[in-house]
Every structure is written in structure tokens, then in C-alpha cells.
């Protein structure tokens, strides 16, 4: 198993933690992994993203021309990934910040309402943990308990009152991912 892949969006959502914490993930399942962030100077409200390798084999490079995943969070970050999603690949896109329709039909496409379940739900700071249940429904690489042991090892331990919120926000996700 060797999954490669994207998460993009605007600084301020996450992105650069969800890829964190699925590496992390990863490693508590003794899988090889590789977390490579990539951001502009402005980091919250610029275009963010990251690159997150999980694999039973070691990883050759972590640099990346195609993705067998994408996880798109915003339209810039749509115009620029969405032709190097591999054929048969998968995308999954927060309906709240696309405004163009998905022009690709040779891959799989997931919606997941992200933003407005964290609104709904008064949890704003858990939109990315809604979007990484949905990425773990589909493609199950790594279990819930290691998400949850990821997120102890990203959290600074004054804030693992909130790992609770966040393991019900990964389930909230793993409900609410649609495939169009």
C-alpha cells in the first residue's frame, strides 16, 4: 500500500496540520511516511499545501508530479491540482469553497460539506478533523486510535481537552462525504 498525497488550501484551515497529523498517523502504525508542507509568506488567508506519502515500502523521493489523492479546500487550490490527480485517482473538495464545477471524469470525486458541518456544529477549529474523517472513510490507511495518538504527539498537551471534539469531528466527517 502506498498512498501519495495533496492537501491545498487557503493558510488558516489546516491544511498544513491534517497532513501532520495523517503522518503521524502513519508512523504509529509503523508505516513509512513523508510530511512535506509548502506555503507562501502570508501562511494564513495565502494558498497552503501539503504533501503526505504513507506507504508499507520506503519512500524513494517525497517530491511529487501526480497524486493518487487530492484534498482541496479552496478554487485556487482546484486550478492548480486538479490535472495532476493520477487517472482513477481520488478528490475530495469542500463544497464551500469551489466555485467551478470538476472538469475531470476520469477519477473518483467526494464532496464533503466541511464548513458547514464545523459551523453547524459550533466547532470551526475542527474543519480540517471533518475533512480527514471523510479521507478515512473512503480510503481507511490509517485507523482512527492512530489519529487520535497523531493528534497527542501535534497538540501541545495543554490542549488535549480538545482531542475529544476532534475524534467526534472525524466521525462527523466519515458521515458526511458524498461521492458525486
Known amino acids: 500500500m502506498k498512498q501519495e498525497i495533496i492537501i491545498a488550501g487557503f493558510g488558516g484551515q489546516g491544511v498544513l496540520s491534517m497532513g501532520k497529523i495523517l503522518a503521524y498517523s502513519g508512523l504509529m502504525e509503523n ?11 502570508e501562511q494564513r488567508g495565502g494558498t497552503a499545501n501539503v504533501t503526505v506519502i504513507i506507504s508499507d515500502e520506503r519512500i524513494s523521493s517525497p517530491i511529487l508530479n501526480e497524486y493518487d489523492i487530492a484534498i482541496i479546500l479552496n478554487q485556487p487550490s482546484m ?3 486538479e490535472s495532476k490527480i493520477k487517472r482513477g485517482g481520488i478528490l475530495i ?6 466555485n467551478k464545477p470538476i472538469t475531470r471524469t476520469d477519477i473518483n470525486v467526494y464532496r464533503i460539506d466541511a464548513m458547514d458541518a464545523a459551523n453547524e ?13 471523510g479521507l ?15 493528534l497527542k504527539k501535534t497538540l501541545p498537551e495543554r490542549h488535549y481537552n480538545l482531542i475529544p471534539a476532534n475524534e467526534a469531528a472525524i466521525r462527523k466527517g466519515m458521515e458526511i462525504i458524498r461521492k458525486e
Not at 136 to 150: A, R, Y
Open 31 to 41: 508505516k513509512e511516511v513523508t510530511w512535506m508542507p509548502s506555503y507562501g509568506p
Open 79 to 81: 486550478d492548480k491540482f
Open 93 to 98: 473538495y469542500d463544497g464551500y469553497g469551489i
Open 121 to 133: 456544529l459550533d466547532m470551526q477549529k475542527t474543519f480540517n478533523m471533518i475533512v480527514l474523517g
Open 136 to 150: 478515512l472513510k473512503i480510503v481507511p490507511m490509517v485507523s482512527l486510535d492512530s489519529v487520535v495518538k497523531g
